[in-house]
């Protein structure tokens, strides 16, 4: 789904009520189009009034429907008709009276339009004959953006540039975004020869808007825990990013995914957005996938696209040995970097626990992969990682910089080689701990070695054809382990790989009728 570019348009029921409305019933009917407003649903505006153009576009983040309120339906003879059209969408930093502190850099960023359209739908009453040509002047936040040629009913579009708008102040710990407001004046001709009358029908404002990005972190992780270069590259490209979501501490994938029902709302209404982009560490690829198959409903953010970062789609065979070594006596394997690994899983200071860690194994992977399915609709990207630096098959500790004993150099030399020859391990036939390891089962070999970051390899990283609908695009394996490939380099990539697949459309288009 692209960022949204125009408002679209919906076949109407023409109204049969008469051109004046009684300020009670309009505020009646106000009322029940903002109790049945979700945040994450195309609203399809009812219309009032009486001139032929009765196919309201949808009223989206990116796109403002004005048909009830004060000035609109009302007939003028003198003076002006003033129109407060409120902004709930929050596209960057603000600055003096409410305008973008940078729209240059969003644009050029292609992450906003360069112009908004308004469209305005109104027309002139005179008892003269033939009907002479009548100006109206608009101004929108005393910008003058030309004028109106009236002539019985008619729609006209004028661009706005987008300098001129006033847009919502980002919401944060759980706040909703705070409105823009934009006052829309719009002056008759006063030198206008024959008396007559000026009525505006409905009003729509809509521009182009990137979606957010929500961050969603990995397993023994908190939303504090992102790398600082890794966030503060969002803000240096413009990209509004949010890293509110804070999941249950070593959960399982099925709790964290429930978490996100209401962690991803909270999120994009800080914003005023309808539609996102997730993006994932580790396990919160696996929590986002659940969320996708049990919880996306049309009451929910739409999720425009998933990008995983060393997310284990086919486990890790280092939580297969970290999960049974902890359960099980006398780890004697025969196999010196699993009994290593064995060893070391027994320590359990800063390491990730259950039940989360037992999602992460690759007897689980098989399950989750199968009740996952498909998501339509949905752009899927990945990162792997290597964390051998150099590629002489050895890990120092600076490779191994970040992660939790990293200078304990035997001991990631030891996962490095495991996880490079090893697809998985299974300590019974059923994937359950055993009281003792004298029952292990022979490790299954891969057919090369594999490259990885120390936790997951850059093959479980890559989703395939069989778990989502048309694959995933695999981006690059980066040269990191699992905590540093957090890094500026990779939301840079993050950033241009969404800029060139869903750009903002530098001038929007208007709405059009269906069938037009």
């Known amino acids: 789904m692209r960022p949204h570019s125009s408002c679209r348009a919906v076949h109407r029921v023409p109204s049969t009520k008469t051109p004046s409305k009684s300020r009670r019933y309009r505020l009646l009917i106000l009322s029940v189009l903002l109790w049945t407003t979700?945040?994450?649903?195309?609203?399809?505006?009812?219309?009032?009034?009486?001139?032929?153009?009765d196919q309201l576009p949808f009223s989206t983040d990116t796109c403002v429907v004005m048909d009830v309120a004060d000035g609109l339906d009302t007939i003028v003879t003198r003076g002006s008709v003033t129109l407060d059209i409120p902004i709930e969408r929050s596209v960057g930093a603000l600055g003096f009276h409410g305008h973008l502190f940078d729209p240059q850099s969003l644009i050029a960023n292609h992450l906003l339009s360069k112009t908004a359209l308004l469209q305005i739908v109104y027309k002139q009453n005179t008892t003269c004959e033939p009907l002479p040509p009548m100006r109206a002047h608009v101004f929108l936040n005393r910008n003058d953006l030309g004028y109106l040629h009236v002539s019985h009913w008619t729609r006209d579009t004028l661009r706005v540039p987008i300098e001129a708008l006033n847009f919502a102040e980002r919401g944060y710990y759980g706040a909703k975004a705070r409105v823009g407001h934009n006052q829309l004046t719009i002056v008759p001709d006063e030198h206008f020869v024959c008396p007559g009358e000026f009525e505006v029908d409905w009003v729509s404002l809509n521009f182009s808007a990137a979606p957010p990005l929500i961050l969603i972190n990995g397993i023994h992780e908190h939303n504090s825990d992102w790398a600082p270069e890794f966030i503060s590259e969002f803000?240096?490209?413009?990209?509004?990013?949010?890293?509110?979501?804070?999941?249950?501490?070593?959960?399982?994938?099925?709790?964290?995914?429930?978490?996100?029902?209401?962690?991803?709302?909270?999120?994009?209404?800080?914003?005023?957005?309808?539609?996102?982009?997730?993006?994932?560490?580790?396990?919160?690829?696996?929590?986002?996938?659940?969320?996708?198959?049990?919880?996306?409903?049309?009451?929910?953010?739409?999720?425009?696209?998933?990008?995983?970062?060393?997310?284990?789609?086919?486990?890790?065979?280092?939580?297969?040995?970290?999960?049974?070594?902890?359960?099980?006596?006398?780890?004697?394997?025969?196999?010196?970097?699993?009994?290593?690994?064995?060893?070391?899983?027994?320590?359990?200071?800063?390491?990730?626990?259950?039940?989360?860690?037992?999602?992460?194994?690759?007897?689980?992977?098989?399950?989750?992969?199968?009740?996952?399915?498909?998501?339509?609709?949905?752009?899927?990207?990945?990162?792997?990682?290597?964390?051998?630096?150099?590629?002489?098959?050895?890990?120092?500790?600076?490779?191994?910089?970040?992660?939790?004993?990293?200078?304990?150099?035997?001991?990631?030399?030891?996962?490095?080689?495991?996880?490079?020859?090893?697809?998985?391990?299974?300590?019974?036939?059923?994937?359950?701990?055993?009281?003792?390891w004298d029952g292990v089962h022979p490790a299954t070999p891969t057919a090369g070695f594999r490259a990885n970051d120390l936790a997951v390899t850059a093959e479980s990283s890559g989703l395939t054809d069989r778990t989502v609908n048309g694959g995933v695009h695999y981006i690059e394996t980066l040269a990191a382990n699992h905590h540093t490939m957090e890094s500026a380099y990779t939301a840079r990539a993050i950033v241009l790989r969404l800029r060139d697949d869903f750009p903002a459309t530098a001038n929007p288009s208007p709405a059009e009728a269906p069938g037009r």
């Open 38 to 53: 979700t945040l994450t649903s195309a609203v399809q505006a009812r219309h009032e009034g009486h001139s032929p153009y």
């Open 235 to 436: 803000a240096a490209k413009s990209v509004q990013a949010s890293t509110d979501v804070d999941l249950t501490l070593d959960g399982r994938v099925e709790t964290h995914a429930n978490e996100l029902r209401s962690q991803l709302l909270t999120a994009a209404t800080e914003f005023g957005a309808s539609t996102v982009h997730l993006v994932c560490h580790s396990q919160g690829g696996l929590d986002a996938r659940y969320y996708l198959r049990a919880y996306a409903t049309s009451d929910q953010p739409h999720i425009t696209s998933v990008t995983f970062l060393s997310t284990p789609h086919g486990g890790s065979a280092l939580a297969d040995i970290i999960v049974d070594a902890r359960h099980g006596h006398n780890p004697v394997t025969g196999d010196d970097d699993i009994e290593r690994i064995a060893f070391w899983a027994l320590w359990r200071y800063n390491t990730p626990q259950e039940p989360g860690l037992r999602d992460l194994m690759t007897y689980r992977a098989r399950d989750l992969n199968a009740f996952f399915g498909t998501h339509l609709g949905i752009t899927f990207y990945a990162f792997g990682a290597d964390a051998d630096l150099d590629g002489d098959r050895r890990i120092t500790t600076d490779e191994a910089r970040g992660i939790p004993g990293a200078t304990l150099a035997w001991l990631w030399n030891s996962v490095y080689h495991m996880l490079g020859t090893t697809r998985s391990i299974d300590f019974n036939e059923h994937g359950e701990a055993t009281p003792y």
